[in-house]
């Protein structure tokens, strides 16, 4: 869930890098839904199935934070319908929706020959996982959601007020101004790359730890022209969030990560647990929206504790 939506939302409703040891076995692409999904694993042992966020975005966000978990774990990623190596050749309301891909994530499921999945959804992608789960229920055998996006609109309206606030006045302006640039909107990956290096630097609490996120999840032309092009369609999924509706359906094991400084108001995850009967609430300290990058530590440790007693 990026800040790049932020505005645009919050407007209209107020008027390939390779890393050093990396675990690599397999990449390519699975034909599902009528896409071809690009997907990477890394590692051996259970498996795991890592969702990044957006819609926008793409799995290196997450691919070289997760490899030493991938020492003891079998971890797929893939990039979304239309998102990152995705690629579509149109994008409409038509064939971009939450149904679509929460069909897409069963469809790699079974594609994989996965009999119960355990699913790792960061900011969007645990929106998703949770959509998925609340109408796949026993195809899950555990649920993960870092930092996800809130469970109904008016806390993520809420979160990205809260975002906001973190800019001077100046810095919001600019910001605007990059995004309504002719340039962003061609999809030139500069103009992205800067956009993004201010709008997620604002939700980091380790301020130094954006050039490490930066390295991995930097836009390429074709990965920027994606972004343009899933914007509005990103913003009006994000006007109808339904996924509190469901919750009550999922019965796994679930546990639901965020950082303590997070811009994702707090009363989202604590919503979620409410709701979901199954499940448990861990907030990482020193770290906002990327725990897994700023407090890696104490993240995989709350992790793999999890994993340890729901075996």
Known sequence: ?????????????????????????DQGYKLVGGV???????GEGETFIVLHGGPGMYHDELYPFFQDFAKTHRVI???????GRSVMETIDSSNFTIDLMVEDLEGLRQAFGIDKLNIIGH???????????AKYPSNVKRLITVDSAPVNTRLLILSYENQIS????????????LWESEAYLAGDPDVHNEAMR??????????????T????????ADTARNAVALNDLSRDMKLNITVQDGLSKITCPTLIMQGTHDFIVPESSQLAHQLIVNSEV????????????ENPVDFFAALNSFIERTQ
């Open 1 to 25: 869930m990026k800040i790049m939506f932020a505005g645009m939302l919050l407007l209209g409703l107020l008027a390939e890098a390779g890393h050093a040891g990396e675990m690599y076995q």
């Open 36 to 42: 071809n999904h690009f997907y990477r694993i890394s």
């Open 77 to 83: 990623f893939y990039d979304q319908r239309g998102n």
């Open 123 to 133: 900011s969007w992608g645990g929106l998703l996982a949770m959509y998925y789960t």
């Open 166 to 177: 973190r800019f001077s006045e100046n810095e919001w302006k600019y910001l605007q101004g």
């Open 198 to 211: 201010l709008s997620e630097g604002s939700i980091f609490y380790n301020k130094e730890m954006i050039d």
């Open 213 to 220: 996120y930066m390295d991995a999840a930097a836009f390429n």
């Open 282 to 293: 861990v907030f990482i300290e020193g770290s906002g929206h990327y725990p897994y990058i």
